[in-house]
């Protein structure tokens, strides 16, 4: 368990992400950073009254391992900096202990699977608040390319699965689990990239852009073209895209915004207080 200045910090600096990535969809630097500089002092302080390196070297190591998976989600495309960020200084709050079972490992295990849960369940409050437009985007993607395909091989999938089980009663109940998995997933593939175009997409003023906003659409303004970078959009990109704007050249562009990640996290820590390892937990409990 974490000593209590330890986790006190951790809560302030998840519960602070958490709001202002709820109503900005953005964590500011100053909460991650302020993390990460806590993280390793107070870990500094107590490795100078036990005249010890270990709590400081955890922290060290607990920051470098949330450095690494960090950079890994953002340079996949699947955070943006904010979320990269708050996970360094959660590894330099929490640090680094050699156990399977530690306050770190049990703290990531947990945000991989609250992170999924989070994720579904912010879809599907998007797709009921605009449930008429994911609706429709989801009966015109039906039919087309590639997503027609990927249905109608998951469909076929299914229903070989289905006389598969009929034919082998001894993994009946297997293979019908398994054909209703194969035809829900492309339905859920679906179903998420509805919700996406419909409730995630926006028209934005240039004026209204900030750093890491990503750019569905390339912007085309006479013999220049501009790219929407994979990493989203850096301090150039915006002085280029707010110069166009001024020259009234473009009005708005369409941005993708995701999921606000960060409750994810706060949820994720506090299962690793009450519980530790949650799927430990849910399975042995």
Same mark, same amino acid.
């Given at each position: 368990?974490?000593?209590l200045?330890?986790?006190?910090?951790?809560?302030?600096?998840?519960?602070?992400?958490?709001?202002?990535d709820?109503?900005t969809?953005?964590v500011?630097?100053?909460?991650?950073?302020?993390?990460?500089?806590?993280?390793?002092?107070?870990h500094a302080? $107590?490795?100078? &009254?036990?005249?010890?390196?270990?709590?400081?070297?955890?922290? =060290?190591? !607990?920051?470098? /391992? %949330? +450095?690494?998976?960090?950079?890994?989600?953002? $340079?996949?495309? &699947?955070w943006?900096?904010?979320?990269a960020?708050?996970?360094? =200084?959660? !590894?330099?709050? /929490? %640090? +680094?202990?050699?156990?399977?079972?530690?306050?770190?490992?049990?703290?990531?295990?947990?945000?991989?699977?609250?992170?999924?849960?989070?994720?579904?369940?912010?879809?599907? +409050?998007?797709?009921?608040?605009?449930?008429?437009?994911?609706?429709?985007?989801?009966?015109?993607?039906?039919?087309?390319?590639?997503?027609?395909?990927?249905?109608?091989s998951?469909?076929i999938?299914?229903?070989?699965?289905?006389?598969?089980?009929?034919?082998?009663?001894?993994?009946?109940?297997?293979?019908?689990?398994?054909?209703?998995?194969?035809?829900?997933?492309?339905?859920?593939?679906?179903?998420?990239k509805?919700?996406?175009?419909?409730?995630?997409?926006h028209?934005?003023?240039?004026?209204?852009?900030?750093?890491?906003?990503?750019?569905?659409h390339?912007i085309?303004?006479g013999?220049?073209?501009?790219?929407?970078?994979?990493l989203?959009?850096?301090?150039?990109?915006?002085?280029q895209?707010?110069?166009?704007?001024?020259q009234?050249?473009?009005?708005?562009?369409?941005?993708?915004?995701?999921?606000?990640?960060?409750?994810?996290?706060?949820?994720?820590f506090?299962?690793?207080?009450?519980?530790?390892?949650?799927?430990?937990?849910?399975?042995?409990?």
């Amino acid at each position: 368990m974490l000593p209590l200045p330890l986790l006190l910090v951790s809560l302030a600096v998840l519960i602070a992400a958490a709001w202002c990535d709820l109503k900005t969809l953005e964590v500011p630097d100053w909460i991650n950073y302020s993390g990460i500089a806590a993280g390793i002092g107070i870990h500094a302080i $107590y490795s100078s &009254q036990q005249w010890n390196v270990t709590p400081l070297t955890s922290s =060290a190591i !607990g920051l470098g /391992i %949330g +450095f690494a998976l960090a950079c890994l989600m953002f $340079y996949t495309g &699947q955070w943006g900096g904010g979320d990269a960020k708050l996970l360094m =200084a959660m !590894g330099a709050l /929490i %640090g +680094f202990q050699y156990d399977k079972f530690s306050d770190l490992a049990s703290f990531l295990i947990n945000l991989v699977f609250a992170g999924g849960a989070w994720t579904i369940a912010m879809s599907i +409050f998007y797709a009921i608040r605009k449930r008429h437009a994911v609706w429709n985007t989801f009966l015109a993607l039906r039919n087309q390319h590639p997503y027609a395909r990927v249905t109608l091989s998951s469909t076929i999938t299914a229903a070989l699965l289905v006389i598969a089980a009929i034919a082998i009663s001894l993994v009946r109940t297997e293979l019908l689990i398994l054909a209703a998995l194969v035809l829900l997933s492309s339905y859920l593939v679906l179903f998420i990239k509805s919700t996406e175009l419909s409730a995630m997409h926006h028209w934005v003023s240039p004026n209204k852009l900030t750093e890491g906003d990503w750019l569905v659409h390339t912007i085309k303004i006479g013999n220049k073209q501009f790219n929407p970078p994979r990493l989203g959009l850096e301090k150039k990109d915006l002085k280029q895209l707010k110069h166009w704007y001024h020259q009234k050249k473009i009005d708005t562009v369409l941005v993708k915004y995701g999921v606000p990640f960060t409750p994810a996290f706060l949820i994720s820590f506090l299962v690793t207080i009450a519980v530790g390892n949650g799927i430990i937990w849910i399975a042995f409990g």
